[in-house]
């Protein structure tokens, strides 16, 4: 996900058909504002996290606009809510791939407000980085993304 979002040149492989990342953006984006009654239909989109991305890349279309920090916290949090659904090879990559975005950059350093440490298990992970949140935005909405598994509620992490 990181890799696709932060590359210069990203592509999609599909058997033997080779796909520039921007042209499916372009494609995306046309379903989104032109097409929106078959994107509704077919249920077609990709994941916000890349949309941004396009908007800065784009010369035709004008610049994406500078949100105020409570809407880049909010959007932040909306990115890691829709990474829940991926497939990671590494469950704290759900967190630590997208602290990259400059939208992860928060308090008054921006600064990203924890490290990636491999060394603890996805769940410390997760309650390291909502700590920090929490501390360094005081925004409440990261809580609204949690959802609990059996895995969860055996742990000691806090509810």
Not at 69 to 88: H, S
Request: proline content about 4%; some cysteine.
């Amino acid at each position: 996900m990181q890799e696709a979002a932060l590359a210069t040149k990203a592509c999609v492989l599909y058997g033997p058909t080779k796909i520039a990342w921007h042209d499916l953006l372009k494609v995306h984006l046309w379903l989104e504002l032109k097409a929106r009654y078959i994107w509704r239909e077919f249920r077609l989109f990709l994941k916000d996290v890349h949309q941004s991305k396009y908007w800065l890349l784009s010369s035709r279309i004008p610049q994406f606009h500078a949100f105020s920090p409570l809407e880049n916290q909010i959007k932040f949090v909306e990115y890691l809510a829709q990474a829940k659904q991926l497939d990671y090879s590494d469950a704290r990559d759900r967190v630590y791939a997208f602290l990259g975005s400059p939208l992860a950059q928060v308090g008054p350093e921006d600064r990203v407000v924890v490290e990636p440490d491999y060394k603890n298990n996805y769940l410390e992970g997760y309650q390291e980085f909502a700590l920090q949140w929490l501390k360094h935005t005081r925004n409440l909405c990261l809580l609204s993304t949690v959802k609990h598994n059996a895995e969860t509620f055996k742990s000691d992490l806090p509810s």
